[in-house]
C-alpha cells in the first residue's frame, strides 16, 4: 500500500477512448486527430493497440472543450492547457451536477466487497441494487435499467466478462469491470468502459462510476433534443 | 511489485522482505512476550499513516489500550499530532465484550468504512481467539475477517504472542499472506533477537535469521550475510601486493593476491596481531587504505602497541573499529564492519580476532557460513583480509583443521614458539597458499622496535611443534 511510489488513483489508465467520448461528447475520429496533431493529451495503449486514458487526462479534455466553448481554437485551448500544466496551476473543475437519484447495479462475486462498494455508493447519494449471481444479474438489468453496471469477471465462477458483452449490446448502461487480476485488456475487448483493479479505492469507484454518469447524462440530453 | 507493498521505514527490513509486507494483505507478526512486536508495528502505523489513508491501531484483550500508547510515545517515531488526525487507536476488548466476535467483525468492517485506513493493525490477535466457543466458531470469524480485509485496499498486520509451533496449527496462519517470526535465542548470559520470514505470498525474501536490537528508533535489523559463492573463486590478477614484512613477501612468492583471505595462525603473544598492524601500515604507506576490526585490543592498548612501532593511530588511511567482544552481535559487527570499509574506501581489512568473533555466534554451522561469506564478499570487491586465529594449545595446529579453516583461508601462516637451549623464541612457517608457490621452511623471527624481523636461519623441523621437556 505504501502510496509513494504507487500511481495516484487520477493516473492510473481506467477509460476506453469510446467512453471519453460519450463523457465529453467529443467524437473518437476528433481525439484521435488532437492527439496526433498536439500530443498533449496522450493515453496509454493496452497491448492490442486500445487507447486508455486516466482520470487527469479526462480533466484535461474538459478543460480544452470549456476552452473552445469559450470561443479559443483548437490550438489555442491546447496552448492554455500546456501553460497551466507546466505552471501546475489547477485546471478547474466542472460543478457536479445535481440530478435525480441514479442507480447503480452491482453483479459481485463476492459478498464482501459488495458490502463495501455499496456502502461507498450509497454514501455519494446513488442507489444501488446488489447481485451476486449471474442470473440475477441478467434479471436485475432488464428490470431496473442501471445507469452504471458494476461488473466482477469471476461473477458465478468466471462469466463476468460474458455478462459485460451482452450488457453492451443493450446501449445506454455504463459498465465498469472489476477484478483482482489485472483483466484490463480482456475487459476493454468485451465492451467495457472502465476496468478497476481490485481491492477498488472507495474514491476511485465513485469518481469513475460519476463519470461515466456524465457521458450518459449528455447521452441522455442529446437524444432528448 | 514494488508499488505494492507496507514499507516499514527501515530499509534493511525491507530489503529483507524483498520490498515490504503485502501492500493489500494479511501479515502476522509472531514472537513472544518482549521480542518487540508491538514496536515494530508501531513503526509500520507511524511511516504509514496519512490523513486520508489512516492508520487504525487495535488494541484487543491482552493490553490496555492506555499502556499501548504510554508505551509509544517513549519511541522517536511515535508522533503525538498524528494521533486522532492519521493514527487512531481503537479499543477492540470493549467491542468484544459487548457483541464477541461477530461484533468484532462487524466493527472492523465498520471502521473501514468510516476511516477508510490504509492500515490495520490488531494487537494482540491472538488474544481474540478465547472469544470463539468453538474451533469452528473461531474460523468462521477467521474467514469473514479475512474477506472483509481482502476486499478493502488496505494492509493488515495481525500481532501475536504465538509460538512457532502455532504457526503449523493456528488458523490464521492460513490466511495470512506473510508471516515475520521474532525471537530471542538465549546465547550464554546474554539474548540474541533474531526476525525470520517465515512466508511471504508472491515475492522472493532473504530467507534465514536476520539479527535485530530494538532502540528507541524502532526495530534495528541487520540482515543475515549470505553470499553465494563467487563462480570460480575470487579473482586472480593485478599485482601481488605487499604483507608489510618484505622477507614474509619473498616466503609467499613475492607476496598476496589482492582480495585474498590470509589466516594468522598461532597462541597467545605469539605476534599475530602486530603481523595484522604490519600489513595495515605496510598499505597505508603505500596509499592502500585499511581497516582494523579488533576485538582484541581497545583503542589505548593499541595506541600503547603502534607508539611502540612509530606508528600513529590517527593515520589517514587507517580506520580503527574496535568492539568488545562482551556484547557484539555478529550480525551487527559485519554491518558496521561493511560500512567502515566502504566509508575509509578499504582495500586492506584485518580482523583480529576470530575467536572473539566466534564466540559471539550462534552456532559454528551459522559461524563457518557467515565467514564464508565476508570473505567471498570482499574478494569480490579485491579487498584483501588478514584474520588472526588463537591457537588455544602451545605447540599445536592441529585445531586449525578442525575448524575447516582451509574453506576460508586462502593462505595460512601459523607463528610458533621455539625452543632452543636458553630459551624460547618465535617462529613462523607458511603451510598453505593459494595459486602461488610458497617457501616451505620455518623461519626465525624476532619483535623489536620496528616490529617483525626474519631470521636468516631456517629452523630443523624437528625443533618445533614440540613442548617444552
Not at chain 2, 184 to 210: C, D, M, N, T, Y
Not at chain 2, 453 to 462: F, K, N, V
Amino acid at each position: 500500500m505504501s502510496q509513494s511510489d504507487a500511481p495516484a488513483a487520477g493516473e492510473r489508465p481506467v477509460y476506453s477512448i469510446s467512453a471519453v467520448a460519450r463523457m465529453l461528447d467529443i467524437p473518437v475520429a476528433t481525439l484521435r486527430t488532437w492527439e496526433d496533431r498536439y500530443g498533449q493529451v496522450a493515453p496509454a495503449r493496452n497491448a492490442s493497440g486500445h487507447r486508455l486514458y486516466t482520470r487527469h487526462q479526462v480533466e484535461q479534455l474538459k478543460f480544452i472543450r470549456a476552452q473552445m466553448s469559450e470561443g479559443a481554437s483548437v490550438a489555442d485551448a491546447h496552448r492554455v492547457l500546456a501553460e497551466r500544466i507546466e505552471t501546475g496551476e489547477p485546471l478547474a473543475g466542472a460543478a457536479p451536477q445535481p440530478g435525480p437519484r441514479l442507480l447503480i447495479q452491482l453483479a459481485e462475486s463476492d459478498p464482501y466487497a459488495a458490502e463495501f462498494e455499496e456502502y461507498f455508493l450509497k454514501t455519494e447519494g446513488f442507489e444501488v441494487e446488489v447481485t451476486l449471481s449471474e442470473s440475477a444479474a441478467r434479471e436485475a438489468f432488464t428490470a431496473v435499467a442501471p445507469a452504471v453496471v458494476i461488473v466482477e469477471v469471476l461473477i458465478s465462477g468466471g462469466t463476468g466478462l460474458e455478462l459485460c458483452r451482452l450488457f453492451r449490446e443493450q446501449d445506454g448502461t455504463a459498465i465498469v469491470v472489476v477484478s483482482a487480476v489485472e483483466a484490463m485488456d480482456a475487459a476493454i475487448e468485451a465492451g467495457a468502459d472502465a476496468f478497476l483493479r481490485k481491492p477498488i479505492d472507495p474514491l476511485q469507484l465513485v469518481s469513475t462510476v460519476r463519470d461515466l454518469l456524465r457521458s450518459s447524462a449528455l447521452m441522455a440530453g442529446r437524444s432528448s433534443r | 511489485m514494488s508499488d505494492d507493498r507496507l514499507r516499514s521505514g527501515h530499509q534493511p527490513l525491507d530489503d529483507v522482505l524483498g520490498g515490504g509486507l503485502p501492500g493489500n494483505g494479511i501479515s502476522i507478526i509472531m514472537g513472544l512476550p518482549g521480542t518487540g512486536k508491538t514496536i515494530i508495528a508501531e513503526q509500520y502505523t507511524f511511516h504509514n499513516a496519512r490523513p486520508d489513508r489512516p492508520a487504525v491501531y487495535f488494541s484487543t484483550l491482552s493490553e490496555p489500550l492506555g499502556k499501548i500508547i504510554r508505551f509509544g510515545q517513549t519511541l522517536d517515531f511515535f508522533d503525538a499530532a498524528a494521533v486522532g488526525r492519521s493514527v487512531f487507536y481503537e479499543d477492540l476488548g470493549q467491542v468484544a465484550g459487548r457483541g464477541g466476535l461477530a461484533g468484532v467483525g462487524d466493527h472492523v468492517a465498520a471502521v473501514l468504512k468510516d476511516r477508510r485506513p490504509g492500515l490495520v493493525v490488531i494487537d494482540s490477535f491472538k488474544a481474540l481467539r478465547v472469544l470463539a466457543d468453538s474451533d469452528a466458531g473461531f474460523r468462521q470469524f477467521l474467514h469473514q475477517l479475512a474477506g472483509r480485509l481482502s476486499a478493502f485496499p488496505a494492509a493488515s498486520l495481525w500481532v501475536g504472542e504465538y509460538e512457532s509451533a502455532e504457526a503449523a496449527t493456528s488458523p490464521e496462519f492460513a490466511v495470512a499472506d506473510a508471516i515475520v517470526e521474532l525471537a530471542a535465542i538465549p546465547l550464554g548470559q546474554r539474548e540474541h533477537r533474531f526476525l525470520h520470514v517465515r512466508k511471504l505470498r508472491g515475492s522472493g525474501f532473504l530467507a534465514g535469521q536476520h539479527g535485530y536490537r530494538l532502540t528507541a528508533q524502532g526495530l534495528r535489523l541487520f540482515p543475515r550475510l549470505a553470499d553465494i559463492p563467487a563462480a570460480g573463486g575470487y579473482p586472480l590478477g593485478g599485482q601481488r601486493i605487499t604483507t608489510g614484512i618484505a622477507a614474509l613477501d619473498q616466503m609467499l612468492g613475492g607476496g598476496l593476491w589482492p582480495g585474498s583471505a590470509t589466516m594468522i595462525a598461532g597462541p597467545s603473544g605469539s605476534g599475530k596481531t602486530i603481523m595484522g598492524l604490519h600489513f595495515i601500515y605496510g598499505g597505508a604507506q603505500r596509499g592502500e587504505p585499511g581497516v582494523i576490526a579488533t576485538l582484541q585490543e581497545n583503542p589505548t592498548q593499541l595506541t600503547r602497541m603502534l607508539g611502540g612501532l612509530g606508528w600513529p593511530l590517527t593515520h589517514p588511511a587507517v580506520e580503527v573499529m574496535y568492539r568488545s567482544p562482551v556484547d557484539i552481535h555478529i550480525d551487527e559487527w559485519v554491518h558496521d564492519l561493511l560500512h567502515a570499509v566502504e566509508g575509509a574506501q578499504a582495500s586492506r581489512v584485518v580482523i583480529d580476532s576470530l575467536m572473539d568473533l566466534q564466540m559471539a555466534a550462534v552456532d559454528d554451522t551459522r559461524f563457518r557460513e557467515f565467514m564464508y561469506s565476508l570473505a567471498q564478499r570482499f574478494s569480490r570487491q579485491g579487498i584483501s583480509l588478514l584474520i588472526t586465529f588463537e591457537t588455544s594449545d602451545l605447540f599445536s595446529t592441529s585445531r586449525l583443521t578442525q575448524f575447516a579453516v582451509s574453506h576460508l583461508a586462502d593462505n595460512t601462516i601459523v607463528l610458533n614458539y621455539h625452543r632452543d637451549h636458553r630459551a624460547m623464541s618465535r617462529s613462523l612457517a607458511v603451510i598453505k597458499t593459494r595459486a602461488s608457490n610458497h617457501h616451505p621452511a620455518i623461519r626465525q623471527f624476532s619483535i623489536g622496535p620496528d616490529g617483525i624481523s626474519l631470521e636468516d636461519t631456517a629452523i630443523p623441523e624437528d625443533d618445533v611443534n614440540h613442548g617444552p621437556g
